[in-house]
T-cell receptor
Framework: GAVVSQHPSWVICKSGTSVKIECRSL??????MFWYRQFPKQSLMLMAT?????????EQGVEKDKFLINHASLTLSTLTVTSAHPEDSSFYIC?????????FGPGTRLLVL | AQRVTQPEKLLSVFKGAPVELKCNYS??????LFWYVQYSRQRLQLLLR??SRESIKGFTADLNKGETSFHLKKPFAQEEDSAMYYC????????????????FGQGTILTVHP
């Protein structure tokens, strides 16, 4: 149980385009999901907390207009990287909370050319 | 502010040897501590949490509030324990409810040699 999926698993896009990443809790409902970013050989950095039916809460230094988060249902949160640039290339990981524990997705590798 | 420190980026032991992965934290309130593990090419998964006081795959961790530590220990390491280990902290409100969001340490790569 408690499986979280992400789609796509990897994406390559041109600079200036927008990319949407989906995070789904497959067998449980999650009122709260989290989005992290991980650079090579570094730890996970929390970007934002996504709450179902309300606006996301962004961590300091994370541009909310750059990283749009939508949590329209109890099983789906999306992260849209708008007007992506090469510096946005990274590994994006989501997690969904259930009973005080976070369950992580497999991650999405984004490469912006 | 909350902070998690894992002082060792790399840790190597031989099979059958004891292993201890260090984790220290800084948090003014009541913390909830976790250990997550990431095996090669797999997603991050929960290993254990301090409130459960359980042993998973032979690993244990005790929260030491005096030393603000949550070190992960295993008496006899196995080759399959080789992985990246992350210590993480979540704050809790006055009622004991977790805020949910996690602060991660930098991680320790454990290699167990045959």
């Amino acid at each position: 149980g408690a499986v979280v999926s992400q789609h796509p698993s990897w994406v390559i896009c041109k600079s200036g385009t927008s990319v949407k990443i989906e995070c789904r809790s497959l067998d449980f409902q999650a009122t709260t999901m989290f989005w992290y970013r991980q650079f090579p050989k570094q730890s996970l950095m929390l970007m934002a907390t996504s709450n179902e039916g309300s606006k996301a809460t962004y961590e300091q230094g994370v541009e909310k207009d750059k990283f749009l988060i939508n949590h329209a249902s109890l099983t789906l949160s999306t992260l849209t990287v708008t007007s992506a640039h090469p510096e946005d290339s990274s590994f994006y990981i989501c997690s969904a909370a259930s009973l005080g524990t976070q369950y992580f997705g497999p991650g999405t590798r984004l490469l912006v050319l | 502010a909350q902070r998690v420190t894992q002082p060792e980026k790399l840790l190597s032991v031989f099979k059958g040897a004891p292993v201890e992965l260090k984790c220290n934290y800084s948090y003014s309130g009541s913390p909830e501590l976790f250990w997550y593990v990431q095996y090669s090419r797999q997603r991050l998964q929960l290993l254990l949490r301090h409130i459960s006081r359980e042993s998973i795959k032979g690993f244990t961790a005790d929260l030491n509030k005096g030393e603000t530590s949550f070190h992960l220990k295993k008496p006899f390491a196995q080759e399959e324990d080789s992985a990246m280990y992350y210590c993480a902290l979540s704050g809790r409100d006055a009622g004991g409810t977790s805020y949910g969001k996690l602060t991660f340490g930098q991680g320790t790569i454990l290699t167990v040699h045959p």
